[in-house]
C-alpha cells in the first residue's frame, strides 16, 4: 500500500489512511458535490480534443476569468486544428497577445500543424500518444485523455497538488522530484477509475473554488471529514514548496525612433523572451543607462544616430516569473534621409496595432497615447 513509503507523512495519517481508506468514500461525495457546484465553462460542455486541449494551453498560468475571451476568440477564429495549423505564427501570436509564456502559443501552433500534416488532422486518444507532441506536458496529456477518452489517468496541477497534499497531510514539497513522484502516486491511487474524467475535473474546481490556497473554506468542503489536514486544523500549512530563486534584474532600453510620423519596430530573435514578438529597438544594459555618458556599443549600433540626443520618456517596471524588467523608453526624432535598419519595420499610430507585442511594449504605447499625455507622432 502506498502509504508505507510516504516518507514524511506522520505515523497518524498512516494508520487511518491504511486501514480506513477514506478517499473510497470522499470519492463519491466529491462526485456529487461537482455536479451540483460546478461551473458552466465552455471547454466542459465538448469532447473534443483539439478544443480541450486549446483550453488547456490557454490556461496554463492563467485563471480561468482571464483565459475565458481567449478560448472563444481562438475557437471562433480556428475551430479545427486544421484551421489553427494554416494560420501564419504572427498571426497566432497576435491574438495570444497579452497571455504571456508565447512559448505555449509557439508550441501549440507547431502542434497543430503536426496533427494536421502527420496525423490526418486526429489527435491521439490516449496519454502515451498525446505526450509525445511537443508543448504537452504530463498534466496536459492527461487532462486530455481523461476528459476526451475518458482513460483512467490522473492529472496533477496546483489545485490539485494542494488538495491531495492537504487531504493526506503530506508536506513532501510540491516542486521536489520527490514531492513529484509522491502526488503523483496519490492522484493515481486516489482516481476514481469508473468516471475517471468527472474525478479529475472535480478535484480542480474542488481546488479553484473552496481548498483554495488561503482561507480555505473547508466548512463547504465535500471530503473535509476525511481530510488529515483539516482534522489537525491546519489546511493552510500545506503544501509545501522549495523556495524558489529570487528573478533576476535586467535593464531595457527601447528607443523610439521616429520619422515622418512613423517609427520602427524589429522582430526579437530567438532563444529569449518574446521571440519573434516585435518591438522598439532595444540596447540592453547591466545598469540604468546613463545619458550623460553613453556606452560606445551603443554608439556603434547601426540603428544610433550619435547627434540625436535620446529623450527619456518613461520608465517602467515589468515582472515574469524568473525576470524582472526594468524598462526604459528614449526618444530619437530621424530625418527622412536617417531612415535606420534594413531589417526594421515602420508603422504609425494605427498600423502597429497589427503587430504581436509584449504587454511591456503594450504598456508603452498604452501610455503614450493616453488622454492626458498623447504624443503626436
Known amino acids: 500500500m502506498y502509504v508505507l513509503e510516504l516518507k514524511k507523512g506522520t505515523f497518524f495519517s498512516k494508520i487511518i489512511h491504511f486501514y480506513c481508506k477514506p478517499y473510497m468514500n470522499a470519492q463519491k461525495l466529491l462526485?456529487?458535490?461537482?455536479?451540483?457546484?460546478?461551473r458552466d465553462l465552455p471547454w466542459r460542455n465538448t469532447k473534443d480534443p483539439y478544443l480541450i486541449w486549446l483550453s488547456e494551453v490557454i490556461l496554463q498560468q492563467t485563471r480561468v476569468a482571464q483565459g475565458m475571451p481567449y478560448f472563444l476568440?481562438?475557437?471562433?477564429?480556428?475551430?479545427?486544428?486544421?484551421?489553427?495549423?494554416?494560420?501564419?505564427?504572427?498571426?497566432?501570436?497576435?491574438?495570444?497577445?497579452?497571455?504571456?509564456?508565447?512559448?505555449?502559443?509557439?508550441?501549440?501552433?507547431?502542434?497543430a500543424k503536426y496533427i494536421a500534416e502527420n496525423l490526418n488532422g486526429v489527435f491521439p486518444n490516449n496519454y502515451f500518444g498525446l505526450i509525445q507532441l511537443k508543448?504537452?506536458?504530463?498534466?496536459?496529456?492527461?487532462?486530455?485523455?481523461?476528459f476526451a477518452f475518458?482513460?483512467?489517468?490522473?492529472?496533477?496541477?496546483?489545485?490539485?497538488?494542494?488538495?491531495?497534499?492537504?487531504?493526506?497531510?503530506?508536506?513532501?514539497?510540491?516542486?521536489s522530484s520527490?514531492?513529484?513522484?509522491?502526488?503523483?502516486?496519490?492522484?493515481?491511487?486516489?482516481?476514481?477509475?469508473?468516471?475517471?474524467?468527472?474525478?479529475?475535473?472535480?478535484?480542480?474546481?474542488?481546488?479553484?473554488?473552496?481548498?483554495?490556497?488561503?482561507?480555505?473554506?473547508?466548512?463547504?468542503?465535500?471530503?473535509?471529514?476525511?481530510?488529515?489536514?483539516?482534522?489537525?486544523?491546519n489546511p493552510e500549512n500545506f503544501p509545501s514548496k522549495i523556495k524558489k530563486k529570487a528573478p533576476t534584474t535586467r535593464y531595457f532600453n527601447y528607443f523610439l525612433l521616429k520619422v515622418n510620423k512613423q517609427f520602427a519596430f524589429v522582430k526579437r530573435p530567438s532563444g529569449d523572451i518574446w521571440q519573434n514578438l516585435y518591438e522598439l529597438p532595444l540596447y540592453e544594459t547591466e545598469n540604468p543607462l546613463n545619458l550623460a555618458k553613453l556606452p560606445v556599443s551603443l554608439l556603434t549600433e547601426p540603428w544610433f544616430r550619435p547627434k540625436h540626443k535620446p529623450k527619456l520618456m518613461y520608465n517602467l517596471k515589468?515582472?515574469?516569473?524568473?525576470?524582472?524588467?526594468?524598462?526604459?523608453?528614449?526618444?530619437?526624432?530621424?530625418?527622412?534621409?536617417?531612415?535606420?535598419?534594413?531589417?526594421?519595420?515602420?508603422?504609425?499610430?494605427?498600423?502597429?496595432?497589427?503587430?504581436p507585442i509584449s504587454r511591456l511594449t503594450e504598456k508603452f504605447f498604452d501610455l503614450l497615447y493616453s488622454s492626458e499625455g498623447d504624443v503626436p507622432l
Not at 31 to 38: A, G, H, P, S, V
Not at 135 to 146: E, K, L, P, R, V
Open 318 to 355: 515589468h515582472i515574469l516569473t524568473h525576470q524582472r524588467i526594468e524598462a526604459s523608453f528614449f526618444e530619437i526624432d530621424l530625418n527622412s534621409k536617417e531612415m535606420p535598419l534594413v531589417e526594421a519595420q515602420w508603422f504609425d499610430k494605427s498600423s502597429y496595432k497589427s503587430l
Open 150 to 175: 475518458k482513460e483512467a489517468v490522473a492529472v496533477l496541477d496546483g489545485n490539485v497538488f494542494r488538495v491531495l497534499s492537504r487531504f493526506y497531510a503530506q508536506n513532501e514539497p510540491i516542486n
Open 31 to 38: 462526485l456529487n458535490w461537482y455536479q451540483i457546484n460546478k
Open 178 to 233: 520527490l514531492g513529484k513522484k509522491l502526488f503523483s502516486n496519490l492522484a493515481a491511487d486516489f482516481l476514481n477509475h469508473k468516471s475517471p474524467d468527472i474525478h479529475n475535473q472535480a478535484l480542480m474546481e474542488l481546488g479553484s473554488l473552496v481548498c483554495t490556497p488561503s482561507k480555505p473554506n473547508c466548512v463547504d468542503c465535500p471530503i473535509s471529514a476525511s481530510c488529515l489536514a483539516f482534522l489537525i486544523s
Open 73 to 111: 476568440k481562438f475557437a471562433q477564429t480556428y475551430p479545427r486544428v486544421q484551421d489553427l495549423a494554416k494560420a501564419s505564427e504572427e498571426d497566432v501570436l497576435k491574438l495570444w497577445q497579452g497571455l504571456g509564456y508565447y512559448s505555449r502559443a509557439r508550441n501549440m501552433h507547431h502542434t
Open 135 to 146: 508543448g504537452i506536458g504530463s498534466y496536459t496529456a492527461a487532462a486530455i485523455a481523461s
